[in-house]
Each structure stands twice: as C-alpha cells, then as structure tokens.
C-alpha cells in the first residue's frame, strides 16, 4: 500500500494505515456528489466519513511501519478529494455564490485572533510547555499576508508547520492554536 520506513526507522502502523484507508475509500465511494442527496452530501458526507475524519487520523509510530511522508501526502490528497467532493454538491445544490459565501463566513471566524497583537493571541499552557509564540505567530502573519494582501501559502504548509516548543508564559497552549489552524486548513483547501 505504502513504501515501508525501513527496518531500523519508524513509521506508521501497517494494520492501522490499512484499516483507515479501508474506511476512507469504502465512504469516499459511497457519496454521490450533485446526485439526489446532493444537500446532505453538501454538509456532510451521507456516510458519516469526511475530511475532518482525515484530518484528526493518527497512527501508531512502529519500527518498520509505513513511511510517515508518504502516508501523509496521501492523507493530504484524501482530505482534498473529500473536500472537492463536498464543494461540487454544494454548489449543484446551492450555487457557488453560495460556497463561496460558505467559505468567506468560515474565513471570518479566523480574523479575531488575528486581529490580536502577537503575543497574544492564544492563551499560554497553565504549565510546562508549548507552541513558541514567536514561530506561532510568524505562521499568523503569513496567513494574514494571504488574506489581505493575497500572499503565497497553501494549505499543506499550515498542515505540516511546526513549533518549537517553549516554556510558558513564552508559549501557546497547543490544542487552541491546533484548533485554529485545523480551522484555517480547511478555509485554503476549499479555496484551491
């Protein structure tokens, strides 16, 4: 299914790798964009499966497992496919001035946090450690950039950032600013 990390490196469990994407593709094929059910397909998949379910996948680290990279481009491409899937019964059900009145409402959702001075813009862990602010809020000034001025950032870059960590009050608690950006991946894939 995937190239193998290696026998000495880790990589993703095999049996878990192979059970989710089972699941994937038996609910991926299952929906029928802009047939009969196109409304409910629009919202969410008719099988209960969908690109948040992509999202959240998390896999065992094993020795001698599936390559991480290459699980993960594929998990990107899935998450894709579902939203595709999602926009096109969206617009044959609603118009894409719809979706992309759906997609500018989820885009403004973002903008308070973005809004906030850096530093401050998400709460810092109650203790140990976090996100280092400063690399936290570089990656907000890029996604500011591409919301006012069009600059260049793909979803794939917000999947796959990462932070150095940092002690608190230098930090940001991680769930909230995994929360967000979980939140803006979804904004840029519906929009390229």
């Known amino acids: 299914m995937f190239p193998p990390a290696g026998r000495m ?45 992509v999202r959240a996948a998390a896999f065992t680290l094993v020795r001698d497992g599936y390559s991480a990279a290459a699980v993960d481009a594929a998990l990107d491409r899935l998450e ?27 885009a403004t959702t973002l903008y308070p946090r973005l809004l906030r001075p850096a530093g401050e813009r998400f709460r810092s862990p109650e203790s140990g450690h976090g996100y280092d602010r400063d690399a936290v809020d570089a990656l907000l000034e890029r996604l500011v950039a591409y919301f006012d001025d069009g ?12 932070f150095p960590r940092a002690r608190a009050p230098r930090a940001y608690h991680e769930g909230t600013v995994d929360a967000y950006l979980d939140r803006a991946v979804e904004v840029l894939v519906a929009v390229e």
Not at 19 to 37: I, K, L, N, Q, V
Not at 80 to 97: L, N, W, Y
Not at 151 to 162: F, M, N, P, V
Request: aromatic fraction near 10%.
């Open 9 to 53: 490196r880790t990589g993703y469990d095999r049996a878990e790798v192979e059970e989710f994407f089972t699941r994937a593709r038996a609910a991926y094929e299952s929906g029928e964009p802009g047939g009969p059910d196109a409304a409910a397909t629009a919202s969410l998949s008719s099988t209960g499966f969908d690109e948040k379910d």
């Open 151 to 162: 600059g260049e950032l793909t979803s794939a870059e917000l999947r796959t950032a990462t």
């Open 80 to 106: 894709s496919a579902f939203v595709q899937r999602r926009r096109t019964a969206f617009i044959a059900a609603q118009g894409e001035s719809a979706w992309m009145d759906h997609i500018a409402d989820r």
